[in-house]
Structure formats: C-alpha cells, structure tokens
C-alpha cells in the first residue's frame, strides 16, 4: 500500500510523498473536515518517512521498516489518538510521550514521526507542544490532524505547515464508494454521493446504511449474546435473526465471519489498529475481556459451520436445517 491506493488528493499526496523523500523535519498540519481521510494520509505520509525506499508513491511496503510499520512494532511512529477513557489526551501524556521523545534518536529509520489528532488536545497540551513545533530537531516529523482548526491555537497554526484536504470529486467518491461496497446498486451508489456534502466518510456510512450495515448490527448482537444463551434461544430467538435476513444469507454468513475474525484478532492482539466492526470496537472488546473461555481454535471452528451454511445454500439445502445446524454449532462453540 502506498499513496496510490487511496483514492483523491492527488496533488497533496505527490507533495508529501516528494517531502518524505526529501527527508525534511518539520510539523506539518493536516486540515479538512470530519471524514476526509485525514487519518490515513497521515499514516501513509508516516509510513514514507520510515521507509527506507520511499518512492514518489510513498513507502515501498517491502523493506523491513515498512514491515514494521504495519505491524505497529516501530518505535520511531508515536500515534497521538482520541483517548479511551478521557474526553482529551491528558498533558502528561503529551509532555512524556511527545515533548520528551521528540528529543531521543529514531532507532530503526532516518526520522522519528509523530502523528498527533488535535481534535482531542485541550489547550494545555497545544501550548506544551509549542516549543518542540517551533523548532523541530533534524530528525524529527510532526504530522498533525484537525478536523476544525478553529480549535488549534494561533501559536500552533503559525508554527505548522498546514495542508488542507480538497474536497473530493463526484467521479472519485462514486469511486470510493464501489471499492468499498463492490454490489451495491448504481442507484444506490449515486444517491449515498449526492447525499455526502462531498465527505467520504459520510458517503461510505450511507452507502453502508443501504448494504447490510444493520445486519452487521444485528448479526453482531446476536454473537455477543451468543455464550449467555440457552439451547432454547438459539433455536428461537436466533433462528428467527437469521431467517429474518433470508435473503441476505450472504451478507448473515460474511457477517458472522467478520464477527468471529474480529474476536480472534482481539484475542491474540488487543492493539490491532482496525478490525473490521471498528464501530462496535468496544463492545467487542467487552466481550472479548468477558470470555475467556472463547480460543482462536473455538473460533475456527465455528467459521467452518459458516462455510459449512454458505455451501449448504450453494446447493440449495433446507435453508432451515442449515441455519439451525449452524447456529448450533456456534452456540456449541462459544457457551460457557
Ligand atoms: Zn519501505
């Protein structure tokens, strides 16, 4: 992955690709609206200043600090993001984390890279930050984020490089959106951009509202409750879930599968930066912390009920019998 697979800006993305190759130092601000991928820029513009053979595409995804970085096992990238418990990053973290790293060596890369979402740093934590904006060491990045710099002081605004995102094209949010839900209907693909204010992120959440968000939803519920439940629930209460979605057996069926693979990452690593329910991260977390009993080898096993059900489906099988089966066998699997 490079810069070229994200789609849009292209002429922000040539910038920071040819700045990564340069090599400079510098705070750099990521400026646009909620939705803009200012994140995942920001990653990839991470990503190039770790590589050691950055392209004008970026990072080249094979030498051994890209290797690092996608496995968020570098120390050179210290990621500021919106706190889990607290409304703001606490200013300790900043002057610990941030200010006091600033001035050690990178280890592995040339640069030590700090990505930092002003959308969750009070004023406090902008004002400790200021001396190490103003002049960064050599080897030092800073690759801000804000989704409204009216919340980011003077003092920092004057001190950063502030890039802000285009608001992307018809053509390349019609783009986006079919990347991410390849079936949905042109219709419905048309409307979730027309309806986005031009914001990816929101054309992608209503593209998502149109193909089975809810089903993910539901689906998901009914996983986590899944443990709890007595052999009479799941004949009954789960049965009924998924028959109610006959239609969309697939969609049931991927569902579950992404279910069962969040689990299985946040079993054998609760840092993983993105699993694929991220919205209901915490409540997979939960239940994840909850039950213990539940191990990766439990968890393949009831994929392979799933698939066992989408062959069922293939080859036009009682849909009753094979969602039942299925559901039993997942049930087998998770109770406690
Ligand atoms: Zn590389």
Do not use: W
């Amino acid at each position: 992955m490079a810069f070229s697979s994200i789609i849009g800006e292209k002429q922000i993305k040539l910038r920071l690709a040819a700045e990564a190759q340069r090599r400079g130092s510098g705070a750099y601000m990521l400026s646009g609206p909620e939705g803009t991928g200012k994140r995942m820029l920001a990653e990839e513009f991470a990503k190039a200043l770790m590589c050691s053979d950055a392209g004008p595409d970026g990072a080249c995804g094979v030498c051994a600090n890209c290797k690092y970085f996608d496995n968020f096992t570098t120390p050179d990238v210290t990621r500021v993001y919106e706190p889990s418990e607290t409304k703001n990053v606490k200013v300790d973290f900043i002057k610990d984390r941030v200010v006091a790293e600033s001035f050690m060596k990178p280890q592995f890369a040339r640069t030590k890279t700090f990505i930092i979402d002003f959308d969750y740093l009070g004023e406090e934590s902008q004002n400790a930050l200021l001396k190490s904006l103003e002049e960064p060491k050599k080897d030092v990045v800073f690759i801000l984020t804000s989704s409204n710099t009216d919340n980011v002081l003077d003092t920092v605004m004057s001190r950063v490089t502030e890039i802000k995102l285009d608001p992307y094209s018809e053509d390349e949010l019609e783009q986006i959106v079919r990347k991410n839900f390849p079936d949905l209907e042109d219709e419905k693909v048309r409307s979730a951009v027309y309806n986005s204010g031009r914001i990816p992120g929101k054309a992608l959440e209503l593209a998502g509202e149109d193909s089975g968000v809810s089903i993910r939803h539901e689906v998901n519920t009914m996983m986590m409750a899944m443990p709890k439940s007595s052999y009479i629930d799941v004949l009954e209460d789960f049965y009924e879930t998924v028959s109610g979605f006959k239609d969309d057996s697939r969609i049931v069926a991927s569902s579950i599968l992404m279910f069962l693979d969040d689990v299985a990452r946040l079993i054998s690593y609760p840092d993983c930066r993105k699993i694929n329910n991220e919205n209901e991260r915490e409540a997979i977390e939960n239940f994840v912390a909850a039950n213990k009993h539940i191990t990766t080898i439990k968890l393949g096993r009831c994929s392979e009920a799933v698939l066992k059900f989408l062959k069922a489906l293939e080859v036009n099988s009682n849909f009753d019998a094979a969602a039942s089966a299925m559901l039993l066998r997942i049930h087998k699997e998770l109770k406690k």
